[in-house]
Every structure is written in structure tokens, then in C-alpha cells.
């Protein structure tokens, strides 16, 4: 099932780059969430593009306090984290042509990086590192 999921939301992140005409490359991540962040919220300026906050090397969940989730939904996640702790990620079984980070070297980078000036100085150097590539990153479902 958690397959059929990532298979879902990876094509459907395909078909919507197509259709909206997205050029750039992804690399894609799968990662295990040991943690539930909440009351994250990704600082947004008017008019300006702001660069989303790295992702963490650990694969949290972050749940913004005024998310979609009800308290039923959040303890429901937390029962499932605990249940999927020891899913081990197969790219096999992903039916997508999609190229994914290598995990150690990504996990390295990460820890190199867990003090960053910026978000956008967090990101010129993951491009310098792994290519002019955009990063997709999804948790286990």
C-alpha cells in the first residue's frame, strides 16, 4: 500500500510538471519521519520568491498550527510514525523513471550543512553539490 501511494504522488507530481510546463530536473527523496514539527511556518514576503527551508536530515513532518489535520488526524499520524519505523525504501518498486538523491551522500550533506546562514545559501550549496537540480522530497505515507 505505502507503494501504491509513492507511486501515486510521484506520477501525479510528473503529470503536473508536464502540464505546467516545469523545465526543471528533479532528484527525489524518501525519507522516514522520526518527528512531528509543529507551528512551522515558512516566512512568506510580499511580492518576492522565497526559498522553502531546507529539509531536515531526518525527515520531519512539518504541521503548520493552522493546518488541515484535526487533533484525530495528528494522533492518527503519530500511531502510523511509530508503525513505520522500520520501512526500508525499495526504488525498485517505484514505477516513475525518476532519479533519487543518494541517501548517504544526502545524509552527509545534510549534517555539513545543519547550521546554515540562510535558506538561500542552504541551497546554492546543495546545487554545488549535487547539480542544478530541484529536490523532491516525500515521507513514507
Request: overall charge neutral; some cysteine.
Amino acid at each position: 500500500m505505502k507503494y501504491e501511494v509513492l507511486n501515486q504522488l510521484i506520477a501525479e507530481d510528473i503529470a503536473g510538471n508536464k502540464a505546467s510546463a516545469y523545465t526543471e530536473k528533479y532528484l527525489y527523496n524518501i525519507s522516514k519521519p522520526v518527528d512531528l514539527k509543529f507551528r512551522e511556518i515558512v516566512p512568506e514576503k510580499e511580492n518576492k520568491i522565497v526559498e522553502p527551508p531546507p529539509p531536515s536530515s531526518h525527515g520531519p513532518i512539518y504541521l503548520p498550527e493552522n493546518g488541515i489535520f484535526t487533533k484525530d488526524d495528528l494522533a492518527y499520524i503519530k500511531i502510523q510514525l511509530n508503525t513505520n519505523s522500520d520501512f526500508i525504501f525499495k526504488p525498485t518498486k517505484i514505477t516513475s523513471k525518476v532519479e533519487f538523491i543518494d541517501t548517504e551522500k544526502f545524509q552527509k550533506f545534510q549534517k555539513s550543512q545543519e547550521n546554515y546562514i540562510s535558506a538561500k545559501d542552504y541551497w546554492k550549496k546543495f546545487r554545488a553539490e549535487f547539480g542544478d537540480i530541484c529536490l523532491r522530497n516525500y515521507s513514507i505515507p
